[in-house]
């Protein structure tokens, strides 16, 4: 254990990596962590203690409040790393911003810029033999904050943990994307926490797709919980439908996250003179435009996904295979964006933030 | 430790018990736990190695899915002791119903009636003591299930934990309870988990009740997400309006949770010849019922709180004081029930459990 002069984090180091029992040829996602983690704990009202030491298991009181009342956030990132071995993260200020938009609407602190960036610094330094170059590896990243006051009465944590885990992930071929079109269960309303990476908002959507997937489909594009009339995003993908040659894709706002692949994906349409609107999306003109020829493509995108191609969906068990279904603009945009992330293309938009 | 014969459950039972440092006069609720705790693993598809031990912190994975994907949900009861040691159960059976119906909604296993009844017995006779008689003295009794597979990718976790702790829970005067009617922030949503005690519908309130507590008030009572004209529940509690002499109270359905003080309530209102309406309850007839003189009360109901009169409620910025504010109806079904409760009354509806 040491402590940088230059650092306000503490670094214990792991003596032996664990990196050689890793096959990163075939990884999983998000279920083997690198050699380091990092731990920071707020209490009387202050962040306390910034800590990288070896990847374990946490003690933790079963009273404490996050197992009783789910106070918790997190984000989804990304590090890449291209073949001169230089680090990358992807417009990392974003997600610092989200998660403590996020944490403010689950009445939890906010997290200290500096912290965060040293934090993930310091990680990805540490542990950068995790990062493998080559188009599509990365090594994702899961920074989160969680309530640990022991207590069960139902009010707001006075204690918190906040962490960062890192996770190789690879590039891999998900298989044709078939979503169904919610018309029953609901993900999310005006005046709740859609908006928000809140842990809450993705158990409560295993249920419902596990009922689509029971069906042959891998993926619920949520709708508004009100009249199931407008597409919303598919909870751990913001959601893309191209009918002719016009982008459309739902508004943030309460219910939908501000995704940053989402936002750069508008990005580098537009670049390409793609026209988007961003706007409430009806159910009704995507299936006309199935029934009549002009829906050309439907992608997710997100940080995991990256982005990924849907090749039909089902709406009141109808299934509509999308006509085309080459992917053109999605397979186009996902190589200009994953160029940018892995340092192939110039980075016009300033989006990469070099670690290493 | 040993295992009884008759049992499945394993027992290692505390060697100094921890009850002469807690001060039962002063008790805050929720933050002090009893001796013993019961846990039971969620392994390769069934419920596995059923154990009471000494309360204490587990050790669990920082990529256990519950701290990233909020899958969990619990219960709330009271155990209940009369003057001559007898121990209650209140209706322990609808517990044990509703913990499984959230369960499937959150993607979770349902866990088994008899263990679930042999974890509550053994725990209750272990910790008796730590039970005080007296109208009002309980030991508030938290079962809870948590996703405990080690994963950041956002789907159903293939491993839980069950646990029950006990805490002492004493009589207390909350003092005037003044409640907000939602018009921004919502709390559920048809075809989401509200019915669910789910862990992120809780952590969601706290913002929007934090907002409520900076203007003196204590709680919010949710209405509709989409037009906020109707009236919910007040997220810890179910609510009741008396106008004129009868009770209103929203229906249950996806939005709103099956309180069993609710259910009681009803029950011991009509056994009391009061007319009780279970139907969608408007913001506009409270309101005009509270300009007209003819709102008499409101109270909530839960097992928390038992039932908590309401002195005055806020819509859009006016605060109306709650005319005769003498709380006949809430103390008296308040007392009813607490006369069931604490075997003071007879059992005519069959809702005691004994224990021991």
Redesign the interface.
Known sequence: MHQTTESKITVQKVKNSRIAQVDFKNL????I?SDH?FECDYINGSWQNPTIKP?G???????A????????V?EGMKAYKDDNGNVFLFRPELNHERINKSS????MPEFPKDIFFEALETLLQLDQEWIKPGMGNSL?I?P?S??TQ???????SDQYKF?I?L?PAQAYYTGDVKVVI?Q??????????GFAK??????????PT?LAKAEGFQQVIWTD??EHKYLEEA??MNVFFRINDTLLTAPTGDRILDGITRKSVIDLAKRSHIKVEERPVLVSEVVDAAKNGTLKEIFGAGT?AVISPVSAFSYANVTYNIPSNNHEYALKLKKELMDIQHNVAEDTFGWRHQVV
Request: net charge positive.
């Open positions: 999983t996602f998000g279920n962590f983690m990847y298991p946490l003690t933790i009181s079963p009273g409040k996050v197992f009783h009342y789910a106070q918790a997190f403010v609407r689950m009445a994702y899961r989160f969680i309530a022991v207590g069960v009465s139902a009010s707001p962490m885990l996770s919610a029953k269960y609901s993900r999310s309303a005006n005046g709740g926490v809140a842990a809450g908002n993705y158990g409560a959507q295993f249920f596990n919980a009100n909870g751990t995991a």
